[in-house]
């Protein structure tokens, strides 16, 4: 093929598609799909509604339940641009920035070649505490126009970490998994990330990345362990949002979700880190959590060990039976 007919096919293709295709992990049917991700609709998720503070469904600080909350609208505010699975020999920050990442290089040449629908990149970063290695799970949204500077996601993107902290939430949903999984996740729906774990935000050229540091809550690191003890046979639903905190700032919106269908730890692509990075113990998992590239070691009696300290521990705000609000 010749480099003109390559560059027309790749501007026809869309650098998200480039993106989606480039990433690690593939793409999977929504329903049927496994070893991979999708995009679960947004009304899977039930989210603050209109009168959630006013009505009765709750205060600012949540515990609202069931009331006051709805099924959030289908649409997100952003678009998927992938999901990668990668691991390494210490934890991995700030990939936006790094060359040997496929959806940060297809970006950033959209961006040269002033394509408009390269607008903004947000990529969510969960690391993954292990030894010997650690991993990150990556998620990548776009916004293919301007994000209204007045908006909660403008303000967001826009913000200092302190509001940051305060605001960004996870909304997850257990879809299929054994019962100890879907009972001990899926009783914490909501979350406010920046307030359980250490969320690092590194910004760049038309994009944001928030980093997740697993490893800092003992309680996190946990839950981690009993999903990935199973993780061949869980699918989980994750939504990321910036929280409303007041009536005028509802209905909540999802800016991106992801289904998570049951993952192969060995599907994971080893990137190099320099030889210098060193995970701190805080990133590091609790004692005896060790991730091997095909599988978790654990047994019953760890897992229900587990389940009991996040039963008794987990401070997330707002608990929701089933996980999905339903």
């Known amino acids: 093929m010749s480099p003109r007919r390559e560059k027309a096919e790749e501007k026809q293709q869309g650098w998200r598609e480039e993106a989606v295709s480039g990433a690690s992990l593939r793409q999977v049917d929504l329903e049927r799909g496994a070893n991979g991700w999708a995009s679960p609709p947004g009304d899977l998720f039930h989210l603050r509604a209109r009168g959630y503070f006013s009505g009765g469904g709750g205060g600012g600080g949540g515990g609202g339940g069931r009331r006051g909350k709805a099924p959030s609208a289908a649409e997100w505010l952003l678009r998927p641009a992938g999901v990668d699975w990668l691991r390494s020999h210490s934890r991995l920050d700030h990939v936006l920035a790094r060359d040997d990442i496929p959806v940060a290089a297809a970006f950033r040449r959209a961006r040269l070649r002033k394509d408009p629908s390269a607008h903004f990149l947000l990529a969510v970063n969960l690391q993954v505490p292990g030894r010997p290695d650690a ?43 054994p019962w100890l999984v879907r009972a ?143």
């Open 184 to 326: 001990t996740v899926g009783n914490y729906a909501a979350c406010l990330l920046g307030r359980a774990l250490t969320c690092r935000y590194h910004g760049g050229d038309g994009y944001l990345e928030i980093d997740v540091d697993i490893g800092s809550s003992a309680i996190a690191s946990a839950i981690l362990h009993l999903a990935l003890g199973a993780v061949t046979s869980v699918t989980i639903d994750m939504g990321f949002l910036v929280e409303s905190q007041s009536e005028e700032e509802l209905p909540e919106r999802l800016f991106g979700a992801v289904r998570i269908a049951q993952m192969e730890m060995g599907a994971a692509k080893y990137v190099e880190t320099a030889p210098d990075d060193v995970v701190p113990e805080a990133g590091r998992a609790a004692a005896g959590f060790r991730v091997h590239s095909a599988k978790v070691a654990n047994d019953s009696r760890h897992q229900e060990r587990a389940a009991g300290k996040v039963g008794r521990s987990m401070s997330c705000q707002e608990r929701e039976s089933g996980g999905g609000g339903k």
């Open 135 to 177: 991993y990150s799970a990556v998620f990548y949204f776009a916004a293919e126009a301007a994000i209204p500077a007045e908006s909660l996601l403008g303000r967001f993107v826009h913000g200092d970490d302190a509001y940051r902290n305060a605001r960004f939430k996870i909304v997850n949903r257990i879809v299929k998994g």
